[in-house]
């Protein structure tokens, strides 16, 4: 009987979840290319659209419809605190830089935690039409269909992605020096702009490794479930198992962690 109640909101927020990823992504459809105001949030390259709001508006109606006691962190409100095991983590544009710019390289992305655990993630490119979903323990999928993380097992002939905060670039063993350190060995490190598909072109076999020295538990809250998913590993950057709420990840196929992990610490290559 237990058994089945689970089975069965299981299958309510994952329904919500689809639904709120499309009410998002209809927003980013809607603006795209069009005109729309673009505010700043503090620093000069912190931007903030009206598309981020107006998909983040159209998020929460979806869920707070269906489920109006559940916890919700979004990243263009903040925490909506409830006493729930139940939370929503939402990125209403992951990409924003990249969608203000008309680059089709952007997405909605929303992880569902309960009691502290990734149970549901979904992430959304409506400009690729690339829906990739996991849930726990079931695996993960790319518009329906199974992915899996590559086989590679030599960082010198792996393909990685990373991003860039703006603070801290030049510390020691910083976003800086292990790029540099990769290039040097002729390693193809791409940036995308967005953490999110970073972590799902990992989990898809895209690329082999992606790392990044700080994000927000929003960037990463669905991607790193469907890394894990697809058979791939996620830590933070001294490679304790990962929490979206500290800075630093490393999400590879598994066979590169170690090597890449070493890197980031101060390794050679
Ligand atoms: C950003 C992207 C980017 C990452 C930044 C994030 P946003 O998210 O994920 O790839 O490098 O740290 O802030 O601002 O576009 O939602
Ligand atoms: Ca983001
Ligand atoms: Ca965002």
Not at 49 to 57: L, P, V
Not at 75 to 102: C, H, V, Y
Not at 209 to 236: C, M, N, P, R
């Amino acid at each position: 009987m237990l058994f089945e109640q689970t089975t069965l909101l299981l299958h309510m927020f994952k329904n919500t979840l689809l639904q709120a990823v499309d009410a998002g992504a209809a927003e980013l459809r809607r603006f795209f290319n069009g005109s729309f105001t673009i505010t700043s949030k503090g620093s000069i390259n912190d931007l903030v659209t009206e598309a981020d709001h107006a998909s983040e508006k159209a998020i929460f109606s979806v869920i707070q419809k269906n489920f109006p006691d559940h916890f919700i962190l979004s990243e263009e409100t903040g925490a909506l605190p409830q006493n729930s095991d139940i939370k929503w983590i939402i990125d209403p544009i992951d990409g924003t830089i990249n969608f203000a710019n008309g680059i089709p390289i952007c997405c909605v992305s929303i992880g569902v935690e309960q009691k502290g655990k990734m149970i549901l993630g979904a992430v959304y490119n409506p400009f690729m039409n690339e829906m990739y979903i996991a849930e726990q323990g079931q695996g993960a999928t790319l518009n329906d269909k199974k992915i899996q993380v590559s086989d590679k097992d030599n960082l010198l002939t792996s393909c990685l992605v990373t991003g860039f905060p703006y603070q801290y670039l030049d510390t020691a063993n910083g976003p800086l020096q292990i790029f540099e350190k990769l290039i040097r060995k002729a390693i193809p490190v791409r940036r995308l702009g967005s953490a999110a598909l970073d972590l799902c072109w990992t989990a898809a076999g895209r690329f082999d490794g992606f790392y990044e020295h700080k994000l927000q538990a929003w960037d990463s809250a669905a991607g790193f479930l469907i890394v894990e998913e697809a058979g791939g590993k996620v830590t933070d950057l001294q490679g304790n198992d990962y929490s979206p709420y500290q800075p630093g990840i490393i999400a590879t196929n598994g066979k590169i962690h170690q090597q890449l992990q070493s890197v980031i610490n101060g390794g050679s290559i």
